[in-house]
């Protein structure tokens, strides 16, 4: 069974317009676990796969400005699971991505 190129394009868009409407439960998610982080191992893992995940979907469906912002979010989280003295980066980091949302989903 194959589809047309019109089915398949407003498949994707149809994807892309679900996947918006996630952004705001997701960046959410990420600058909740800001403060626990500070204080529990648990939680900064937590934000560090949450900011990769969010990095990872992101570019696939055209949001890469904020794929990018989720990485530096994974990047400052990472480096403070190492061991790293980052909560400033962290902080700026999640910040950022709130201004990456898509208009109409802050």
Do not use: C, W
Not at 41 to 61: C, F, K, N, P, V
Not at 73 to 89: C, F, I, Q, T
């Amino acid at each position: 069974m194959s589809i047309s190129r019109e089915e398949l394009m407003r498949r994707i868009e149809a994807g892309r317009v679900e996947y918006a409407r996630s952004l705001p439960a997701k960046v959410a998610h990420i600058e909740a676990l800001v403060g626990p982080a500070r204080t529990s191992a648990d939680a900064l893992r937590e934000l560090e796969r949450a900011a990769h995940s969010l990095y990872g979907t992101a570019g696939t469906y055209g949001f890469r400005e904020l794929g990018n912002a989720a990485r530096a979010v994974e990047e400052a989280a990472s480096a403070m699971v190492a061991g790293e003295d980052r909560p400033l980066a962290l902080a700026h980091a999640v910040d950022a991505l709130r201004s990456f949302l898509p208009s109409g989903q802050d």
